[in-house]
């Protein structure tokens, strides 16, 4: 597992905010249905014969929910406690097995080599550069050679990008109402993606605009490479 640096503690602290969403129904309501591409991406998972999923960040279980009940053997992690809870208990209520940890995302407690894919929707940019590197080499440990990431990257297009306070390499504060902005973002352009995907081949990779005007995102799908392979190019 990667080194913790004395920086990252005043950075990846976005998941106190989204801890205090899940706490009440009107935080929830927004986040209850899977997304189009995590529904998409099912037929090509079965292709590939794909059996452990981990959701990263699962909040209130949408996803988590969706893959279970599509026939994987799923797992969950999440820093906010209400999350887990949550996702257990609905979980539960459907009659589906609950695996649901608590844990960071750049220190997640999964054996190397574990999972055939990983989804991180709207997660892993919580942070510093430095926080998004260590949560993408993580991500690429626990992942099986030529297995799937599928996530979301903030976009330098994105509404929020240079508002507010910087704190580190195209990290800023924004001082706005949403709670969730109030803490550290990351945000990139397409060259820069790539050089952080280092250790994944990128199968898909497309700039959207997500549900709010102006939230600009890189919608990623990457496999990872098999070590013999890593280094040839």
């Known amino acids: 597992m990667s080194e913790k640096t004395e920086h990252d503690a005043d950075t990846a602290t976005a998941f106190l905010a989204w801890d205090n969403r899940w706490s009440s129904e009107q935080g929830r309501v927004d986040w209850t249905a899977p997304e189009a591409d995590v529904r998409r991406i099912v037929p090509e998972l079965r292709k590939r014969g794909f059996l452990t999923l981990l959701d990263l960040g699962c909040g209130i279980g949408r ?71 260590r949560t993408l080499s993580e991500i690429h440990r626990v992942l099986r050679p030529q297995g799937i990431f599928q996530g979301t990257m903030l976009s330098t297009r994105d509404r929020y990008y240079g508002l507010g306070r910087q704190i580190d390499t195209n990290t800023f504060v924004a001082e706005v109402d949403d709670e969730d902005k109030q803490h550290p973002h990351f945000y990139c352009n397409g060259s820069e993606l790539v050089s952080l995907l280092k250790g994944f081949e990128i199968l898909s990779l497309q700039l959207c605009e997500h549900k709010r005007p102006g939230s600009y995102h890189w919608n990623i799908v990457a496999e990872k490479v098999p070590p013999d392979t890593a280094g040839c190019c």
């Open 63 to 133: 996803h988590y929910l969706f893959l279970a009940s599509q026939g994987f053997r799923v797992f969950g992690a999440d820093a906010s406690l209400n999350a887990r809870e949550l996702t257990k208990n609905a979980a539960l209520e459907a009659d589906l097995p609950i695996d649901i940890r608590h844990c960071l995302m750049t220190d997640l407690q999964y054996e190397d080599e574990f999972f055939d894919y990983v989804l991180a929707w709207n997660v892993v940019y919580h942070g510093s550069r430095d926080i998004v590197k």
